[in-house]
């Protein structure tokens, strides 16, 4: 079985300062995790992966995400986040096989205050 | 432009009525997937196929059924046995490949489907 866990359902920050949405991941096997977004009303838009190899990933819209194997996490972050990051935030998390069914988290909304 | 289009935008089931949603693609991808999104629950999946004539269910497949007779191609019908249908529904393909170095999945805009 494979499970991701988001652990806050709302994160607030101002605009300029850092963000972080944390996801944690449960899974049998080495894991491939995802992060997408999703402004109102809208479909989900791919924001960065981890499949193998540097622990950070660096994706679009200024994002990164670091993976970290002993605690199981996939959080990502921004430096300075922007009035237009306010959005969900789905992480996402399946194993290496011919399977390729993702198990999505709950999301977090976050809003970032100008 | 390459995509995904889902349609309707809106869709309002009245009680005993089965209902499609419609989601064509032009990305040429084989694999394609229904999720089902409710607030705070995130995305489940419904069915998912990786290849034509050939899909799978998810972990909510109850009272839905799919069809993949064309590669572009992959409705959901939403059954009268589905007996608590509203949400918004999400449709999404991806690229398949042996290495696993291209597996984003692409989504359509969604429809929202409401009992009457």
């Known amino acids: 079985a494979q499970s991701v866990a988001q652990p806050e359902d709302q994160v607030n920050v101002a605009e300029g300062n850092p963000l972080t949405v944390k996801c944690t991941y449960s899974?049998?096997?080495?894991?491939?995790l995802f992060w997408y977004v999703q402004y109102p009303n809208r479909g989900l838009q791919f924001l960065l992966k981890?499949?193998?190899?540097?622990?950070l990933v660096k994706g679009s819209y200024g994002f990164e995400a670091e993976f970290n194997k002993s605690q199981t996490s996939f959080h990502l972050k921004k430096p300075s986040a922007l009035v237009s990051d306010s959005a969900l935030y789905f992480c996402?998390?399946?194993?290496?096989?011919?399977?390729?069914?993702?198990?999505f988290g709950a999301g977090t909304t976050v809003t970032v205050r100008a | 432009d390459g995509g995904i289009t889902q349609s309707p935008k809106y869709l309002f089931r009245k009680e005993g009525q089965n209902v499609t949603l419609s989601c064509e693609q032009n990305?040429?991808?084989?694999?394609m997937y229904w999720y089902r999104q409710d607030p705070g629950q995130g995305l489940r999946l419904i069915y998912y196929?990786?290849?034509?004539?050939?899909?799978q269910k998810g972990d909510i497949a109850e009272g839905y059924s799919v069809s993949r007779e064309k590669k572009e191609s992959f409705p959901l019908t939403v059954t009268s046995a589905q007996k608590n249908p509203t949400a918004f529904y999400l449709c999404?393909?991806?690229?398949?490949?042996?290495?696993?170095?291209?597996?984003?999945?692409?989504f359509g805009s969604g429809t929202q489907l409401s009992v009457l």
């Open positions: 999404a393909s991806s690229k398949m490949t042996g290495g696993g170095t291209n597996e984003k999945l692409f």
């Open positions: 899974v049998s096997g080495n894991p491939y």
């Open positions: 981890y499949i193998t190899g540097d622990n």
């Open positions: 996402a998390v399946r194993v290496r096989s011919n399977d390729y069914k993702l198990s």
């Open positions: 990305l040429n991808h084989d694999a």
């Open positions: 196929s990786q290849i034509v004539n050939d899909f």
